[in-house]
């Protein structure tokens, strides 16, 4: 049975900065490349980084780019976003996912957890 859990999120000052991990099992993680998504309310769902499956790059939205860092430790088959000089419109549900091509499309992931939320206040 495949399952993606996410932890870490919780309430957090602007500024401050919190880790996400994203626990899988299931499935060969080391095939997979790993995303985090997140969808804030009343918002469309958005792409945030995801990582290639065996750490060769990484992708981020413009809007985190020099804030956050995606990584991966396929010997435990985890999935980290480290968020540093968080912002309110960073408050969210954070989702990780899998998927064997590189997408930005969280409609064309296999496996996708349930999501942490962050809060970020003002």
């Known amino acids: 049975q495949v399952q993606l859990v996410e932890s870490g999120g919780g309430l957090v000052q602007t500024g401050g900065s919190l880790r996400l991990s994203c626990a899988a099992s299931?499935?060969?993680?080391?095939?997979?490349?790993m995303g985090w998504f997140r969808q804030a309310p009343g918002k469309e769902r958005e792409f945030v980084a995801n990582?290639?499956?065996?750490?060769?790059?990484?992708n981020y939205a413009d809007s985190v780019k020099g804030r956050f860092t995606i990584s991966r430790d396929n010997a435990k088959n985890t999935v980290y976003l480290q968020m540093n000089s968080l912002k309110p419109e960073d408050t969210a549900v954070y989702i990780c996912?899998?998927?064997?091509?590189?997408?930005?499309?969280?409609?064309?992931?296999?496996?996708r957890g349930r999501g942490t939320q962050v809060t970020v206040s003002s």
């Open positions: 996912a899998g998927h064997r091509d590189n997408t930005h499309l969280f409609g064309s992931y296999t496996y």
């Open positions: 299931g499935f060969t993680f080391n095939n997979y490349y």
């Open positions: 990582i290639h499956p065996t750490n060769r790059f990484t």
